[in-house]
């Protein structure tokens, strides 16, 4: 395992089964780690480990909530797009099974009082929803208020989250700024999660080799300024790009040599064009890499506490994020 000279004042370790991530608390001296706080959101499964992380969101809301969000436990794509409407909702991301509302679900839903749901749900038509009627009228059946968000698919149901969300926010001088990423590759989108939901920057997803079409009638409709564009051209090739400058659109590519390289270029911009109100470095979240599930609800959690995704590997944490974790901790330090 890598050895961290030094992590962070806060660090967020989201995963799923008690020994998903590298135990890094280990990985450092009882003496590095004195001014370290680590917490572990980690449940049986990914229903479980998200209802922890959505537990501490509601904790941080002073224990109650008038809306969840809520997103399927089988795909990343509603995940990552509907940390903007959770975040101008000021609510958490809770994942679901397609079919069934959980017991320990409801029990959450009905102890924080929540009066609101808004499924954002992928699917043509009511049989082929990522989440299932089922859920809405167990829902329903609770006391709750459904609203449905989505579109015929995850590029759809991007536009339509976007619109939910409301006004774009700006991002430093470069004005109104969206968050484009892959809607093949997970990882680029989920790392965007935090300042999509701080910001309220929406994530929109685009195939690899043109933009598309909604998305593009998405940024002109919006007045969009700037783009953050996610991962390299093996992500989203040149000529995505070249639609979007097309549109009088500035772009800041975030593109790494790995996942681990592109989630902290991410942290760094976000770092440096935040004002230094926010994601300074004092807490930084840790998901696994190669799995979306972990960190589904993270956005809106990492978004309160100021705080960048970044990733690693189940027994290692990868040179370039520890080299991040010491800098950052080093950076709070000096503060």
Known sequence: MRRLAAITAALLALSVGA????????????????????????????????????????????GSLETVVMVSGVSWHEAVVAA????????????????????DALEFLQRVEASDALLVSAGADAETRSISSTVASALESAGLDVEWVGGADQYETGVAVARRAGTVGTLGDFGSTA?????????DALVAGPLS??????????????????????????????????GGTGALSPPVED????????????????????????????????????????AVGLARA???????????????QCAPLVLADP?????????FLDAARQANKRR
């Open 19 to 62: 020994a998903a991530i590298a135990p890094v608390a280990a990985a450092a001296s009882d003496a590095e780690l004195a001014d370290v706080t680590l917490t572990r959101y980690g449940g049986a499964d990914r229903y479980a480990t998200s209802l922890l992380v959505v537990e501490a969101v509601a904790a941080d809301a002073g």
């Open 84 to 103: 903007s409407v959770a975040g101008r909702l000021d609510a958490p991301v809770l994942m679901t099974p397609p079919t069934e509302l959980r017991a």
């Open 179 to 187: 968050i484009v990423a892959s809607g093949e590759v997970f990882a």
């Open 197 to 230: 939901a701080r910001g309220r920057h929406p994530v929109l997803l685009s195939p690899k080799t043109h933009l598309d079409s909604g998305v593009e009638s998405y940024l002109s409709d919006a007045g969009i300024r700037h783009i953050v564009l996610m």
């Open 243 to 282: 639609s979007i400058r097309d549109l009088g659109i500035t772009v800041s590519r975030i593109a790494g040599a790995t996942r681990y390289d592109t989630a902290i270029k991410m942290a760094s911009l976000i770092a440096e064009h935040s004002g230094g109100s926010c994601f300074g470095g004092s």
């Open 290 to 304: 190669r799995v979306p599930f972990d960190s589904f609800s993270a956005a809106p959690l990492l978004a309160r």
């Open 315 to 323: 027994g290692d944490i990868p040179s370039e994020t520890a080299a």
